[in-house]
């Protein structure tokens, strides 16, 4: 039998979509596979530059109050930084999500991104979604398996005057959970602050006397007995109403302590787009509208 070419105009209508579909979402395939899996996390957001608060040495409830006021200032300061200084991991529907290099401070030489998103949920409350998510069970929209009893826990709290109802500063020790075996056991040593009256929610490293020790980044490291191995986070969180709902500001940096290709998924891929589905399955306009 004598061969014959199919073009696409012999087709059905629906095959021949489908075909021009596929040929035009190719360049668009190629692009990420090329940004996310050719390119390592070692190259995103070359060229880009900026800065990270490291630990302080919280001693004082006055320590504490400076490291807050810092932190909040560095907080609304990342949001200013022009969008040309960061990179684009996505960017789909209601959620931007970027990363830029850390080039100046104590974590420079981490390798790791630090990374920033924003999204809105229509129908979302802010006031709702901030109470919820600064109490024990709200922070499982970070982490559905977080233990709310843990967070509970805290080795030190201050009333933070003048920062909203109820707002407080607390010295928190986390742990990193399953942990695989043969691998040393991890933890955060950290000063959560609750700015309720901005609807702002910090986490960010610090050295407290309650657990002698420090990560590698301190100047200089603090002599510890510890075995576990000390990690680092920064995350903040800040909610605003919009005309028809919330909108939801993040940023993230996290040092496993094991590199830094693991840590740029997670902070620059991975993490974000779960945290804004669980936001929206419980306080959306879809779940508002049947509840």
Wanted: charged share 20%; with cysteine; hydrophobic share 40%.
């Amino acid at each position: 039998a004598k061969f014959q070419s199919y073009h696409l105009e012999n087709m059905p209508m629906h095959c021949r979509l489908c075909a021009q579909v596929f040929f035009i979402a190719i360049p668009v395939i190629l692009a990420i596979l090329y940004s996310y899996v050719v390119v390592p996390p070692q190259h995103w957001a070359e060229g880009t530059t900026g800065s990270l608060l490291g630990e302080v040495h919280i001693q004082h409830k006055e320590d504490a109050f400076n490291f807050a006021n810092d932190a909040v200032a560095e907080s609304l300061g990342i949001w200013k930084e022009p969008s040309t200084n960061w990179q684009v991991m996505h960017n789909v529907s209601n959620l931007l999500v970027e990363v830029r290099r850390i080039t100046e401070g104590p974590y420079a030489s981490s390798g790791i991104v630090l990374s920033r998103a924003v999204g809105t949920v229509k129908g979302a409350d802010p006031d709702e979604v901030y109470q919820h998510f600064i109490s024990p069970e709200g922070l499982q929209l970070l982490d559905p398996n977080m233990d709310p009893a843990e967070v509970e826990k805290y080795i030190e709290r201050y009333d933070w005057e003048g920062f909203g109802n109820g707002a407080h500063l607390d010295v928190h020790e986390s742990f990193m959970r399953d942990v695989p075996p043969g691998v040393e056991e991890r933890y955060y040593i950290v000063l959560n602050g609750y700015y309720t009256g901005e609807r702002l929610f910090f986490c960010k490293s610090i050295v407290h006397d309650s657990r002698p020790g420090s990560s590698p980044c301190f100047d200089p490291p603090q002599p510890t007995d510890d075995p576990r191995v000390r990690l680092l986070n920064t995350f903040y969180f800040h909610i605003t109403p919009t005309s028809d709902g919330s909108m939801i500001k993040m940023v993230n940096y996290v040092d496993l302590m094991a590199g830094s290709t693991i840590p740029n998924w997670l902070v620059g891929i991975l993490f974000f787009p779960g945290v804004y589905d669980r936001i929206e399955e419980k306080f959306g306009i879809s779940n508002t509208a049947t509840s």
